[in-house]
């Protein structure tokens, strides 16, 4: 069994910034990608971004250049540093976690229990 705990978010202004953190937990599990996605009232939930295990990232256009996700492998954690925010940023945040598992083999996708963002005008 794998957790994930997501932490960080809250009410913030246009223009400020938070950081989303991810505490991962669980035996038997090797991590592949790890993700944030968010979810805005009424709509669809959209990839925002994500971090292979060798590093590389890609991101959602809307938020590149001013959003940055990173890992820590030895202390399994996942954080989504969020800068110049703007209102249609507000939303559910989840982290996103795909790997599998050692023994087995078998695949696994877990999810938080998200965090919620709001950015106000």
């Known amino acids: 069994q794998v957790q994930l705990v997501e932490s960080g978010g809250g009410l913030v202004q246009a223009g400020g910034s938070l950081t989303l953190s991810c505490s991962i937990s669980g035996s038997s599990f090797r991590i592949n990608a790890i993700a944030w996605y968010r979810q805005a009232p009424g709509q669809q939930r959209e990839l925002v971004a994500t971090?292979?295990?060798?590093?590389?990232?890609n991101y959602l256009d809307l938020v590149k250049g001013r959003f940055t996700i990173s890992r820590d492998n030895v202390k399994n954690t996942a954080a989504l540093q969020m800068n110049s925010l703007k209102p249609e940023d507000s939303g559910v945040y989840y982290c996103n976690v795909r790997g599998r598992e050692y023994y087995s083999g078998t695949s696994l996708d877990y999810w938080g229990q998200g965090t919620q963002v709001t950015v106000s005008s």
């Open positions: 971090v292979s295990s060798g590093g590389d990232t």
